[in-house]
């Protein structure tokens, strides 16, 4: 268990690092969308033969508000959103098609929502086949989607399944009834087993479930409860995610519960510290931050040969320089440079459909952005990084080792002016560590409405 002197401390808001620059943090003023796709294409024409490209597709549709999440989303029970949504996205898939100097090779695709199992199986089956018809597929490609337990079925997994689709995520979150009505996500253990033993049956290879600790009314004897029934369907990762209260930015959805029924600070720690011991005790290793997989799993060997890798997806196993989204709200990363799509539908449906890319905003990595990204990449992945002395400006160099130094101190890190290594302990304030080597977090006036606190 982590010292409740050292969660005190460092029990403030931060990001997640799923980018560098953040997006609050992005300098959307000299932001140009000739230059994003100057250098999409310029990355893409470098990278595409040797590591592909991987695709997020956002599919926002949801048919109830769960009041945890902070994902784009629509809540609708009209299905007819379906089909002009997903042409609208072969349509944007069209207009980078055009620039593309070849045909493309993927890697990798994602789809995330929203519920994408909102989506009917032949919907889904039209946008997957519209996306690989003029694209080339890898052999060691890796597809994914995120189910609804509630409302994936047979059909949904086969048809994914058919398309090269063999990793599947379900979302649990917690199994306490209590829980359940404060988030408002009534989901019964039956259903998830049922859905996780179907895509067993159907043959997909990586099963993970999502759980949340920090939720309203959780205690240790009811997540003890949930991880229980969770190792009872042995999912091959389990991603064991922090909830992020960011009311401020999503408004009522996340103000169904009094803040006073969340376990904060030392309350909330315990209850991964918990989990964590539960979960090594049953042979899962803890996989960089949030995330438990079997030894067997890819990700577990990515991380043992150092090709872990991270970004808007979270970790992935692939090297893919170039991340493009697709759909409304989607976030693209041509490794020098990211894009953000517009997030309302109608007008981003409205954007495509007269032949506009749809980004309305992005940033230019410069040089130091770039160098940086490669050090907090380094540390949420391999836990060690190194760099030059040349690598800083004096006062760069005098600031950093300050904070290191106090990182020291509290025995989370080994280092000396040329690099870090992570110590056991540091691995519960990785997003802390992270942040001092964030120079826009640093000169920011405040983080407190931009991110979620970092236990």
């Not at 597709?57 to 902070?70: D, M, Q, R, V």
């Not at 098609?97 to 929203?114: D, N, R």
């Not at 994914?160 to 009534?186: C, E, M, T, W």
Request: hydrophobic share 35%; charged share 20%; net charge negative.
């Amino acid at each position: 268990m982590a010292d409740s002197s050292l969660i005190k401390k460092y029990d403030v808001a931060g990001p997640r690092y799923t980018s560098y620059p953040t997006v609050p943090h992005w300098q959307t003023d000299t932001f140009d969308l000739q230059q994003w796709q100057n250098n999409l294409v310029e990355t893409f024409s470098a990278t595409n033969s040797d590591s592909g490209i991987s695709l997020y597709i956002h599919l926002p549709y949801c048919e109830s508000l769960c009041t945890f999440c902070a994902c784009h989303k629509r809540i609708t029970k009209n299905h007819t959103v379906e089909e002009p949504y997903v042409q609208a996205i072969l349509k944007e898939w069209a207009l980078y098609l055009a620039i593309f100097p070849e045909k493309p090779q993927i890697a990798e695709i994602h789809l995330g929502g929203g519920t994408p199992s909102f989506f009917a199986p032949e919907t889904l089956q039209t946008l997957i086949e519209g996306i690989l018809k003029n694209a080339t597929v890898r052999p060691n490609h890796e597809f994914s989607f995120e189910g609804h337990p509630n409302n994936t079925t047979a059909e949904h997994l086969q048809t994914l399944y058919n398309l090269g689709f063999r990793r599947v995520s379900f979302g649990v979150q917690d199994y306490d009834p209590k829980v359940q009505l404060a988030i408002h996500r009534i989901q019964p253990f039956e259903n998830v087993k049922k859905v996780s033993k179907l895509a067993r049956e159907i043959g997909y290879t990586s099963i993970s479930h999502d759980l949340v600790f920090g939720l309203p009314f959780q205690q240790l004897s009811s997540i003890e409860d949930t991880i229980q029934k969770t190792l009872s369907l042995k999912p091959d990762r389990i991603a064991f995610y922090s909830y992020a209260h960011v009311p401020w930015i999503k408004g009522n959805g996340q103000r169904g519960f009094n803040e006073s029924n969340l376990p904060s600070g030392e309350k909330k720690r315990a209850l991964y510290e918990r989990g964590r011991a539960i979960f090594e005790a049953n042979n899962y290793i803890e996989t960089g931050m949030d995330h438990f997989s079997l030894p067997n799993d890819s990700l577990n060997k990515a991380q043992k040969n150092g090709t872990l890798h991270r970004n808007f997806m979270g970790y992935t196993t692939t090297q893919s320089k170039v991340l493009l989204g697709l759909g409304a709200s989607s976030i693209s990363d041509s490794w020098t440079a990211f894009a953000q799509n517009i997030k309302e539908i109608e007008t981003y449906i409205e954007t495509v459909n007269n032949g506009q890319i749809p980004v309305f905003k992005g940033h230019i990595l410069s040089e130091k952005d770039l160098f940086i990204r490669e050090q907090i990449l380094n540390i949420i992945c391999k836990l060690v990084t190194s760099w030059k002395i040349s690598d800083w400006t004096a006062e760069e160099k005098e600031v950093l080792l300050e904070k290191l130094e106090d990182f020291a101190e509290d025995e989370l890190i080994d280092f000396n002016e040329f690099g870090l290594n992570v110590l056991p302990a540091g691995k519960a304030f990785i997003r802390n560590i992270c942040m001092a080597f964030d120079t826009h977090l640093a000169q920011s006036n405040s983080t407190q409405k931009l991110f979620s606190k970092t236990i």
